[in-house]
Protein backbone atom coordinates (compact mmCIF):
# COMPACT_ATOMS: atom_id res chain seq x y z
CA UNK A 1 0.00 0.00 0.00
CA UNK A 2 1.73 3.33 -0.93
CA UNK A 3 2.53 5.54 1.93
CA UNK A 4 0.78 9.51 2.16
CA UNK A 5 2.60 12.54 1.21
CA UNK A 6 4.23 14.44 3.32
CA UNK A 7 2.62 17.67 5.00
CA UNK A 8 1.96 19.82 2.31
CA UNK A 9 3.07 22.89 4.74
CA UNK A 10 6.52 21.18 5.47
CA UNK A 11 6.42 20.72 1.34
CA UNK A 12 6.14 24.10 0.99
CA UNK A 13 8.40 25.32 3.72
CA UNK A 14 11.35 23.49 1.62
CA UNK A 15 10.65 24.55 -1.51
CA UNK A 16 10.42 28.17 -0.36
CA UNK A 17 13.68 27.88 1.40
CA UNK A 18 15.17 25.83 -1.51
CA UNK A 19 14.26 28.58 -4.27
CA UNK A 20 15.35 31.43 -2.09
CA UNK A 21 18.31 29.35 -0.31
CA UNK A 22 17.55 31.29 2.73
CA UNK A 23 15.13 30.16 5.78
CA UNK A 24 14.91 33.57 6.65
CA UNK A 25 13.62 34.21 3.31
CA UNK A 26 11.28 31.35 3.20
CA UNK A 27 9.69 32.52 6.55
CA UNK A 28 9.00 35.76 5.59
CA UNK A 29 7.49 34.96 1.65
CA UNK A 30 5.11 32.33 3.64
CA UNK A 31 4.62 34.70 6.72
CA UNK A 32 5.79 32.35 9.26
CA UNK A 33 8.94 32.70 11.60
CA UNK A 34 12.76 31.78 10.98
CA UNK A 35 12.16 28.72 13.54
CA UNK A 36 8.97 27.48 11.70
CA UNK A 37 10.83 27.11 8.60
CA UNK A 38 13.14 25.35 10.46
CA UNK A 39 11.20 22.91 12.28
CA UNK A 40 9.18 22.09 9.03
CA UNK A 41 12.32 21.20 7.27
CA UNK A 42 13.02 18.99 10.21
CA UNK A 43 10.31 17.29 10.20
CA UNK A 44 10.13 16.72 6.36
CA UNK A 45 13.72 15.14 6.71
CA UNK A 46 13.25 12.61 9.90
CA UNK A 47 9.71 11.65 7.52
CA UNK A 48 12.07 10.69 4.74
CA UNK A 49 15.05 9.70 6.14
CA UNK A 50 17.50 11.76 4.61
CA UNK A 51 19.47 14.93 4.83
CA UNK A 52 17.97 17.58 2.54
CA UNK A 53 20.41 20.70 3.16
CA UNK A 54 24.02 20.85 4.70
CA UNK A 55 25.72 23.64 5.93
CA UNK A 56 28.30 25.51 4.01
CA UNK A 57 29.93 28.37 6.22
CA UNK A 58 27.12 31.01 7.28
CA UNK A 59 24.50 29.58 4.47
CA UNK A 60 22.65 26.43 3.23
CA UNK A 61 23.48 23.93 0.63
CA UNK A 62 20.99 21.11 -0.80
CA UNK A 63 22.29 17.47 -1.08
CA UNK A 64 21.62 15.74 -3.79
CA UNK A 65 18.50 14.38 -1.97
CA UNK A 66 17.44 17.60 -1.04
CA UNK A 67 18.57 18.89 -5.26
CA UNK A 68 16.37 16.05 -6.61
CA UNK A 69 13.27 16.82 -4.13
CA UNK A 70 13.57 20.54 -4.93
CA UNK A 71 13.01 19.65 -8.84
CA UNK A 72 10.07 17.36 -8.14
CA UNK A 73 8.27 19.96 -5.69
CA UNK A 74 9.11 23.01 -7.97
CA UNK A 75 7.19 21.32 -10.89
CA UNK A 76 4.30 19.93 -8.99
CA UNK A 77 3.98 23.76 -7.44
CA UNK A 78 4.06 25.50 -10.11
CA UNK A 79 1.46 23.15 -12.01
CA UNK A 80 -0.65 23.39 -8.76
CA UNK A 81 -0.29 27.08 -8.97
CA UNK A 82 -1.61 27.30 -12.80
CA UNK A 83 -4.12 25.05 -12.82
CA UNK A 84 -5.64 26.69 -9.34
CA UNK A 85 -5.36 29.73 -11.70
CA UNK A 86 -7.29 28.48 -14.92
CA UNK A 87 -9.78 27.28 -12.34
CA UNK A 88 -10.06 30.57 -10.88
CA UNK A 89 -9.65 32.72 -14.28
CA UNK A 90 -12.63 29.81 -15.62
CA UNK A 91 -14.89 30.38 -12.92
CA UNK A 92 -14.76 33.88 -13.25
CA UNK A 93 -15.42 34.05 -17.24
CA UNK A 94 -17.72 30.39 -17.54
CA UNK A 95 -21.14 31.80 -18.48
CA UNK A 96 -23.44 32.36 -15.73
CA UNK A 97 -26.83 30.74 -16.23
CA UNK A 98 -29.56 32.42 -14.79
CA UNK A 99 -33.45 30.27 -15.37
CA UNK A 100 -36.59 32.55 -15.33
CA UNK A 101 -40.12 32.63 -16.83
CA UNK A 102 -40.53 33.50 -20.16
CA UNK A 103 -42.60 36.59 -19.25
CA UNK A 104 -40.04 37.87 -17.00
CA UNK A 105 -37.30 37.27 -19.66
CA UNK A 106 -39.17 39.16 -22.22
CA UNK A 107 -40.71 41.83 -20.41
CA UNK A 108 -38.43 42.65 -17.90
CA UNK A 109 -34.68 41.43 -18.34
CA UNK A 110 -34.40 41.55 -22.13
CA UNK A 111 -35.14 45.54 -21.79
CA UNK A 112 -32.33 45.79 -19.13
CA UNK A 113 -29.70 43.74 -20.51
CA UNK A 114 -27.40 46.97 -21.88
CA UNK A 115 -27.75 48.52 -18.28
CA UNK A 116 -27.11 44.82 -16.82
CA UNK A 117 -24.32 44.29 -19.14
CA UNK A 118 -22.72 47.98 -18.23
CA UNK A 119 -23.03 47.66 -14.79
CA UNK A 120 -21.99 44.12 -14.70
CA UNK A 121 -19.35 44.02 -17.46
CA UNK A 122 -17.99 40.72 -16.28
CA UNK A 123 -20.82 38.46 -15.66
CA UNK A 124 -20.88 36.69 -18.95
CA UNK A 125 -24.74 35.97 -18.73
CA UNK A 126 -26.81 33.28 -20.46
CA UNK A 127 -30.53 33.22 -20.04
CA UNK A 128 -32.67 30.20 -19.67
CA UNK A 129 -36.45 30.45 -20.47
CA UNK A 130 -39.03 27.65 -18.39
CA UNK A 131 -42.37 27.86 -16.34
CA UNK A 132 -42.67 26.94 -12.99
CA UNK A 133 -40.84 25.79 -10.58
CA UNK A 134 -37.13 24.27 -11.19
CA UNK A 135 -36.13 20.85 -9.25
CA UNK A 136 -34.55 21.81 -6.52
CA UNK A 137 -31.54 20.54 -7.81
CA UNK A 138 -31.44 23.48 -10.48
CA UNK A 139 -30.28 21.25 -13.01
CA UNK A 140 -27.71 23.07 -15.74
CA UNK A 141 -28.55 26.68 -13.88
CA UNK A 142 -26.07 28.56 -11.63
CA UNK A 143 -29.45 30.79 -10.15
CA UNK A 144 -32.68 31.10 -11.05
CA UNK A 145 -35.00 34.01 -10.86
CA UNK A 146 -38.36 33.84 -9.41
CA UNK A 147 -41.84 35.41 -8.46
CA UNK A 148 -42.68 32.87 -6.09
CA UNK A 149 -44.25 32.15 -2.11
CA UNK A 150 -42.01 30.02 0.44
CA UNK A 151 -41.74 27.68 1.65
CA UNK A 152 -38.23 27.37 -0.47
CA UNK A 153 -36.74 24.20 -0.82
CA UNK A 154 -33.71 23.30 1.23
CA UNK A 155 -31.06 22.60 -0.94
CA UNK A 156 -30.99 26.78 -1.90
CA UNK A 157 -29.21 29.80 -0.55
CA UNK A 158 -32.66 32.38 -1.61
CA UNK A 159 -32.11 35.71 -1.79
CA UNK A 160 -35.28 37.72 -1.45
CA UNK A 161 -35.16 40.97 -3.92
CA UNK A 162 -38.34 43.08 -3.33
CA UNK A 163 -42.47 42.28 -2.43
CA UNK A 164 -44.46 40.92 -5.61
CA UNK A 165 -47.54 43.36 -6.11
CA UNK A 166 -49.94 42.96 -8.79
CA UNK A 167 -53.03 45.34 -10.14
CA UNK A 168 -55.55 45.08 -12.78
CA UNK A 169 -54.08 46.55 -16.27
CA UNK A 170 -55.72 47.62 -19.50
CA UNK A 171 -55.36 49.33 -22.64
CA UNK A 172 -56.16 52.79 -23.60
CA UNK A 173 -57.73 51.10 -26.78
CA UNK A 174 -60.08 49.10 -24.35
CA UNK A 175 -63.38 49.49 -25.53
CA UNK A 176 -64.67 50.70 -22.14
CA UNK A 177 -61.83 52.42 -20.97
CA UNK A 178 -62.59 55.91 -20.37
CA UNK A 179 -65.48 54.27 -17.94
CA UNK A 180 -63.37 52.11 -16.27
CA UNK A 181 -60.73 54.80 -15.48
CA UNK A 182 -63.24 57.08 -13.12
CA UNK A 183 -64.86 53.26 -11.76
CA UNK A 184 -64.38 51.71 -8.35
CA UNK A 185 -62.86 48.21 -8.41
CA UNK A 186 -66.11 46.64 -7.88
CA UNK A 187 -66.69 47.49 -11.96
CA UNK A 188 -64.51 44.40 -13.07
CA UNK A 189 -66.91 42.49 -11.67
CA UNK A 190 -68.74 43.19 -14.83
CA UNK A 191 -65.94 42.56 -17.21
CA UNK A 192 -64.63 39.34 -18.87
CA UNK A 193 -61.89 38.79 -17.21
CA UNK A 194 -57.90 37.91 -19.06
CA UNK A 195 -56.79 35.13 -16.85
CA UNK A 196 -53.79 32.89 -17.30
CA UNK A 197 -53.47 29.30 -16.40
CA UNK A 198 -49.77 29.37 -14.90
CA UNK A 199 -51.32 32.02 -12.52
CA UNK A 200 -54.68 31.12 -11.52
CA UNK A 201 -54.66 32.44 -8.06
CA UNK A 202 -53.92 35.78 -9.19
CA UNK A 203 -57.05 37.45 -9.68
CA UNK A 204 -58.90 35.71 -6.17
CA UNK A 205 -55.49 36.98 -5.06
CA UNK A 206 -56.31 40.59 -5.49
CA UNK A 207 -60.21 40.59 -5.08
CA UNK A 208 -59.59 39.47 -1.34
CA UNK A 209 -57.90 42.82 -1.57
CA UNK A 210 -60.66 44.87 -2.73
CA UNK A 211 -63.30 42.70 -0.42
CA UNK A 212 -64.83 41.27 -3.19
CA UNK A 213 -66.21 37.85 -3.50
CA UNK A 214 -64.03 35.92 -5.80
CA UNK A 215 -67.14 33.75 -7.06
CA UNK A 216 -68.35 37.81 -8.50
CA UNK A 217 -65.77 37.65 -10.91
CA UNK A 218 -66.02 36.49 -14.39
CA UNK A 219 -63.36 35.19 -16.87
CA UNK A 220 -62.50 35.74 -20.42
CA UNK A 221 -60.11 34.57 -22.77
CA UNK A 222 -57.49 32.23 -20.97
CA UNK A 223 -54.03 32.10 -22.07
CA UNK A 224 -51.24 29.82 -21.24
CA UNK A 225 -48.31 32.07 -20.50
CA UNK A 226 -47.97 35.56 -18.45
CA UNK A 227 -46.27 37.18 -21.53
CA UNK A 228 -49.12 35.90 -24.04
CA UNK A 229 -51.79 37.72 -21.17
CA UNK A 230 -50.04 41.01 -21.22
CA UNK A 231 -49.47 41.32 -25.04
CA UNK A 232 -53.51 41.13 -24.82
CA UNK A 233 -54.01 43.14 -22.53
CA UNK A 234 -51.82 45.69 -24.63
CA UNK A 235 -53.85 44.83 -27.49
CA UNK A 236 -57.09 45.87 -25.88
CA UNK A 237 -58.37 42.78 -25.79
CA UNK A 238 -59.48 43.09 -21.61
CA UNK A 239 -58.16 43.57 -18.63
CA UNK A 240 -55.24 42.11 -17.08
CA UNK A 241 -54.05 41.18 -14.01
CA UNK A 242 -50.36 41.81 -13.45
CA UNK A 243 -47.26 41.76 -11.26
CA UNK A 244 -45.90 45.46 -11.09
CA UNK A 245 -42.58 45.05 -12.19
CA UNK A 246 -43.48 43.29 -15.53
CA UNK A 247 -46.03 46.15 -16.50
CA UNK A 248 -44.02 49.31 -15.54
CA UNK A 249 -42.52 50.29 -19.04
CA UNK A 250 -46.11 49.41 -20.43
CA UNK A 251 -47.27 51.82 -17.66
CA UNK A 252 -44.65 55.12 -18.22
CA UNK A 253 -45.10 54.62 -22.26
CA UNK A 254 -48.99 54.70 -21.68
CA UNK A 255 -49.85 51.66 -23.74
CA UNK A 256 -51.42 50.51 -20.37
CA UNK A 257 -53.31 51.44 -17.09
CA UNK A 258 -53.68 51.00 -13.69
CA UNK A 259 -55.75 52.95 -12.43
CA UNK A 260 -56.34 50.53 -9.09
CA UNK A 261 -52.40 50.53 -7.71
CA UNK A 262 -51.11 47.27 -6.98
CA UNK A 263 -51.49 45.30 -4.01
CA UNK A 264 -48.88 43.04 -2.24
CA UNK A 265 -49.26 39.34 -2.10
CA UNK A 266 -47.11 36.75 -0.40
CA UNK A 267 -44.96 35.89 -3.09
CA UNK A 268 -41.85 37.92 -3.69
CA UNK A 269 -39.43 38.14 -5.85
CA UNK A 270 -36.14 35.53 -5.07
CA UNK A 271 -32.90 35.27 -6.67
CA UNK A 272 -32.69 31.16 -6.01
CA UNK A 273 -29.52 29.87 -6.10
CA UNK A 274 -27.43 26.08 -5.14
CA UNK A 275 -26.21 25.63 -1.34
CA UNK A 276 -22.49 25.24 -2.44
CA UNK A 277 -19.53 27.34 -2.53
CA UNK A 278 -19.94 30.43 -2.82
CA UNK A 279 -19.98 32.21 -6.13
CA UNK A 280 -19.29 36.39 -6.49
CA UNK A 281 -21.60 36.34 -9.05
CA UNK A 282 -24.09 35.74 -7.31
CA UNK A 283 -23.85 37.86 -4.54
CA UNK A 284 -23.56 40.24 -7.28
CA UNK A 285 -26.13 40.16 -9.57
CA UNK A 286 -28.39 39.72 -6.48
CA UNK A 287 -27.57 42.87 -5.37
CA UNK A 288 -28.35 44.47 -9.29
CA UNK A 289 -31.58 42.39 -9.52
CA UNK A 290 -32.39 44.10 -6.01
CA UNK A 291 -31.90 47.99 -6.91
CA UNK A 292 -33.81 47.44 -10.51
CA UNK A 293 -36.52 45.99 -9.09
CA UNK A 294 -37.02 48.48 -6.00
CA UNK A 295 -37.17 51.64 -8.55
CA UNK A 296 -40.49 53.26 -8.42
Not at 109 to 137: C, N, Q, V, Y
Not at 145 to 165: F, K, N, S
Not at 252 to 262: H, I, K, M, V
Request: proline share 7%.
Amino acid sequence: MSRELPSLNALRAFEAAARLESVSRAGLELHVTHGAVSRQIRALEAELGVALFSREGRGLALTAAGLRLRDSVAGAFTQLRKTCEELRHGANHAPFVLGCSGSVLARWIIPRMDRLGRDLPELKLHLSAAEGMPAAALPGLDAALLLAEPPWPTEWQVHELAPERIGPVFSPRHPHQAALRKASATALCKEALLHTASRPQAWPAWARTQRIAASRLHYGQSFEHLYYLLEAAVAGLGVAIAPQQLVADDLAAGRLLAPWGFRPTRASWALCAPKRAGDARVTALSNWLQRELMQP
